[in-house]
């Protein structure tokens, strides 16, 4: 990579992107009914970012989906401890996703240390939340439907060039690093509807700001691996010059500028956020209707379909929505531009 471009080097992804790998494998083998299955793929992440050692680098969804699938399994515990750590994690990472705690997440909380009877705790936890009214919901004989919505597209790495001036040559040399567009864009909000019920999803992991935050903790060194090799590439050129003359020494120009690329490699399906809702609702079969809400308080898309609640069981429901389905020119069914998974655990 030192004579060609950073491309060339193995291509792990970031910190996040390896973390959210183990979350949709998880999100799939929950759509597939396969509920221990996410619970692996869950200590997977927990391991990875444990190695890691820094809490920076943890990811306070991933802590929050391994509480939900914890909480499905009836390991109650573990789902309270599991959402004690994403409520920390939230805080002390803030300054990467620029999320608060979400609300929801306080109230799950909430209802897991009253479900394991830790009264200390959640007295602790309820006056820091300011919910000292708080008082857990009678779920007896209701079900739960959880709904993950991805939405967007995340942020899709481009390049731009800089001139900067290398005191060992004595110039200014050309090179490339990667970006991301500015300003971020804007990020629809969606509204569920169920029963008698309506509610907005809230956004639970900001992909794009930790998209951003990744590139920012690593520019220094890209830009001086940039530096260094476009060093070598002008000491080349001079003596291809000395050696060969001055037609090889052109040549040899035009073949370093072409190769001056920055890596703009990144997991560019993942959506732009995460958003999520939590619903207890009675046992029956209901409608349900996902609006998403656009920049004028218009809805751009809706759709509805229904959904089978079972008493004592959470039924989750995972979408991803990138565009109006109506600005698709040739929709294709299997994929089209939402993908739901919908499923009952115990």
């Not at 790998?21 to 009914?33: E, F, W």
């Not at 920390?88 to 979400?102: C, D």
């Not at 394991?116 to 004989?141: I, R």
Request: aromatic share 6%; proline share 5%.
């Amino acid at each position: 990579s030192v004579l060609i471009n950073d491309e060339t080097l193995s291509f792990d992804g970031d910190r996040f992107e390896q973390v959210l790998v183990h979350v949709y494998k998880a999100l799939n083998y929950i759509s597939m009914g396969q509920v221990d299955s996410a619970r692996v793929e869950m200590l997977q992440a927990d391991v990875k970012m444990m190695e890691w050692g820094e809490t920076p680098e943890e990811d306070p969804f991933t802590r929050y989906l391994s509480g939900i699938v914890f909480e499905a399994l009836g390991e109650f515990d573990d789902a309270r401890v599991a959402y004690s750590r994403a409520v920390e994690v939230y805080k002390k990472t803030k300054a990467r996703h620029g999320l608060n705690v979400p609300a929801q997440l306080k109230n799950d909380l909430l209802f897991m240390l009253a479900k394991t009877g830790m009264n200390n705790e959640l007295q602790q936890y309820k006056k820091e939340f300011g919910m000292s009214g708080y008082k857990p919901p009678n779920t007896q004989g209701m079900g739960e439907l959880i709904v993950v919505m991805n939405n967007g597209l995340a942020p899709q790495r481009d390049q731009t060039g800089i001139q900067t001036y290398s005191t060992e040559m004595a110039l200014n040399i050309r090179i490339a690093i990667p970006t991301y567009p500015l300003p971020p864009a804007y990020v629809n909000q969606v509204r569920l509807q169920v029963g008698d019920q309506q509610k907005i999803l809230e956004p639970v992991e900001n992909i794009d700001g930790l998209a951003r935050a990744a590139l920012e903790s690593s520019i220094a060194g890209i830009t001086a691996r940039a530096l260094a090799r476009a060093v070598v590439k002008k000491k080349m050129e001079k003596e291809t010059g000395e050696r060969q003359g001055g037609l090889a020494q052109l040549a040899m120009l035009v073949m370093n500028t072409a190769s001056e690329i920055a890596d703009t490699r990144c997991w560019n399906t993942l959506p732009q956020e995460i958003q999520l809702s939590r619903v207890y609702l009675p046992e029956g079969t209901y409608e349900l209707k996902l609006d998403v809400i656009g920049q004028s308080r218009a809805v751009v898309d809706s759709y509805n379909f229904p959904v089978t609640i079972k008493a004592g069981r959470k039924t989750i429901i995972s979408e991803h929505w990138v565009a109006p389905r109506a600005s698709i020119a040739s929709p294709v069914k299997s994929t089209g531009t939402v993908t739901k998974s919908a499923n009952r655990i115990n």
